[in-house]
Structure formats: structure tokens, C-alpha cells
């Protein structure tokens, strides 16, 4: 489900929020470097070792010597909730279309598609009616609901990040809707890889990287929930650094993965991703009871497990432009970075955030 990549793109692009989102990024942003300049924040940059202990292992898709390729992507364990009604409407539109095209048969054969009799003038009307409530519900859900159905069915089955070392660059794959292709400088990124937290506060929670507006000067920025949910602070701070040292030092600098993610849906995984709400607790020790709740939760672990694995077979994988399957390699073009000409002009703030957003910025006295 992308529902927050597709929250963090919204904002930017909805007038009512524009404006104050700028606001809120500017005081964000100043306040930030002031507590830089004065020493109470020490945010790690792309050449400060964090961790000796670089690890990535669970949220690598490929690794070489050009690129290396994560997971990436919030909630992606929930799918499956908006896919009940997906499969709802599939159903009704598929009945009634295909009712529509028996009945009408009477067009051609002139007695009634079921008792086949002679054809009275109803029986001519019918299947035009039907036909037409086809096309309205086909209307409506494209109206209304296709926004939420692509959250998760009939869209990328995966989001996308791509480190290439070579031409130092990172790549997004995401919806259109989320923001689509990027490419990014890897010079530009802003980590939140959580350092200092106790262990306790990363269970749970993904890396965050982040090309501000400041950095990129591109009209919208771009975050990006990185690698498998962690089970606490200390992996997070080993992803960021296992993907600085790979970048700034090279793949010699960190440890060899020991197994890649594969892209195959197969269903055993979405079992797995149903059954991760309990990976914590059996972490933690509590054996006995996750396995008692597994046996009670049993029937709506599979119920999710069976949603999710449609889910996947619902999308499609994603692929590279080839400019960026190609990149890093001898003689092949460095793929441009994307300009603010790649996206729609953002919209004109509303008057009242306009009006709103100076009074905030105006010093106090």
C-alpha cells in the first residue's frame, strides 16, 4: 500500500496545503541549521561513519559492483485492505458485462438468450440498459474509488531505490502519482538515520532519506522510507551506514550480503508478511504466547495472507528506463538528474495560507 508516498506527494501539490507545507519546511530548515551552527544537532552527512557494524541484510534486492538496490516503501506488510473491494467491483462489473453480452444475442438470433423464446421488445431494450449501467459503474469507480483501488491493486507491485556508486546517483521507482522516476544526487541526500535514540524508540520504523528543496532546488522534495521494518534504532543506524560506505568507500567496504530479497510473489512471503505484526514479541523472547496467538489469529493471518498475495499478483514489476538499467556501465550515458520541467508547476498557495504563511514568518518584536 502507498498511501503515505502518495500523502507526501499530495501535500505538495494540493493549494490548500502548499503553502503552509513551505512555511513549515522553511522553519524546519532554519531551525536545523541553527542548532548545527550552535552544536545541539549533529546530523550525520555522507562522510561521517555512524556504525562499525554496516548491515543490510533483509532489504537488499541486488548488489554489484554499479548499483546497489533496496527495499523501499511503508506498509508494504498491510496490503491487501483495499483489496476486498477491488475484488468486489471486479466481480459485479465482470457479471454484469458478461450478462449484457448474452442478452444480447437477441440481436442475432431473435428468441430470448435464456428460455428461448420469441424476442419481445424488452428483450431487445434489456441489454442496453445493462450495457449502460456497465459503462456508469465503470464511470463512477474511475471517478471515485480508482484513487484508493491504486493504492495497492493495478499498480507497480514494488517501490524502488537504486544506488549507483558509479555515476553517484540515487534513483526512485514510484507511482505517478507519488512522484514517479527521479533522479537524484547522492550528494544532495539528507539522512534521519535516528542516532542517539534508545533501542526502543527504531522498533518499528524505517530509514528516512530525504532531498530537500534547499539542496536539490527542485519545486517539490522527496523522502523515502528505506530497507525492512527494524526491530530497533541500531538497525536503522546500520542500513545508513552499510549505504554511505558502499557509496563513499566502495562494495569492498562492507560486509557481502548473505541473501538477496527476491521479486517473485510468492505466497509462503505474504504468510510471512501477515505473520510480521508478531516478529517483535518473538524477538523479544515471548515464544510460547506468539505461537498460542498464532494458532488463535490463524484464520485472519491467512484471510490477510490470501488479500495480500492478490494483492501482488494485482500489479506488475516495476522497471528501469534503460538510460538507468545502463547507467555506470563503460560508454553509456550518465543519466540526466530531473529538472523542475519533469513535473506539473506546483500550485499557487490558497490566499488565506499566503496570508497565513506571512504572519508566521514575520519576526517578532
Known amino acids: 500500500m502507498y498511501l503515505i508516498e502518495k500523502g507526501f ?30 552544536g545541539v544537532m549533529e546530523l550525520p552527512g555522507i562522510h561521517d561513519r555512524v556504525s562499525e557494524c554496516p548491515n543490510a541484510d533483509g532489504s537488499i534486492y541486488a548488489f ?12 508494504q506488510d498491510k496490503r491487501g485492505i483495499v483489496t476486498p473491494l477491488t475484488l ?39 441489454p442496453i440498459i445493462i450495457g449502460s449501467l456497465v459503462c456508469a459503474i465503470c464511470w463512477a469507480i474511475y471517478k471515485y474509488l480508482w484513487r484508493f483501488i491504486r493504492l495497492e491493486n493495478f499498480v507497480q507491485r514494488r517501490l524502488l531505490i537504486r544506488f549507483n556508486r558509479v555515476t553517484r546517483q540515487v534513483y526512485l521507482h514510484r507511482p505517478g502519482y507519488a512522484g514517479g522516476i527521479t533522479t537524484l544526487a547522492w ?18 520504523t524505517q530509514l528516512m532519506l530525504a532531498w530537500t528543496n534547499e539542496m536539490t532546488g527542485l519545486p517539490h522534495f522527496h523522502i523515502m522510507l528505506v530497507g525492512k521494518i527494524a526491530n530497533g534504532t541500531s538497525d536503522i543506524v546500520n542500513l545508513w551506514e552499510f549505504i554511505r560506505r558502499y557509496m563513499e568507500e566502495g562494495p569492498q567496504a562492507v ?7 527476491g521479486k517473485i510473489p510468492w505466497p509462503w512471503l505474504s504468510l510471512l508478511a501477515s505473520w510480521s505484526c508478531l516478529r517483535p514479541l518473538w524477538r523479544a523472547g515471548f ?10 489469529l490463524s484464520p485472519l493471518i491467512f484471510l490477510h495472507a490470501s488479500l495480500h498475495w492478490i494483492s501482488l499478483l494485482l500489479g506488475w514489476e516495476p522497471r528501469w528506463p534503460r538510460i ?13 538528474l530531473s529538472t523542475a520541467a519533469d ?8 490566499k488565506r495560507n499566503r496570508k497565513r504563511a506571512k504572519e508566521q514568518t514575520r519576526p517578532s518584536r
Do not use: C
Open 9 to 38: 506527494w499530495a501535500i505538495q501539490i494540493d493549494p490548500k496545503t502548499r503553502g503552509q507545507l513551505e512555511v513549515d519546511m522553511a522553519r524546519a530548515l532554519a531551525k536545523e541549521k541553527a542548532d548545527r551552527e550552535n
Open 64 to 75: 554489484n559492483d554499479t548499483y546497489l538496490e533496496l527495499y523501499t516503501g511503508a506498509m
Open 88 to 126: 468486489t467491483l471486479v466481480t459485479i462489473v465482470f457479471l454484469l458485462a458478461t450478462l449484457s453480452v448474452e442478452m444480447s444475442s437477441v440481436w442475432f438470433t431473435h428468441v430470448h438468450f435464456g428460455v428461448k423464446t420469441p424476442a419481445t421488445t424488452m428483450d431487445y431494450v434489456d
Open 187 to 204: 550528494d544532495q541526500v539528507s539522512p534521519e538515520p535516528a542516532l542517539g535514540l534508545p533501542e526502543w524508540r527504531g522498533t518499528g
Open 255 to 261: 560486509p557481502k550480503p548473505k541473501k538477496l530479497l
Open 287 to 296: 515464544t510460547s504466547r506468539v505461537m498460542l496467538w498464532t494458532v488463535a
Open 324 to 336: 538507468i538499467r545502463e547507467a555506470g556501465r563503460p560508454g553509456k550515458p550518465v543519466p540526466p
Open 343 to 350: 513535473w506539473p508547476p506546483p500550485p499557487a498557495p490558497a
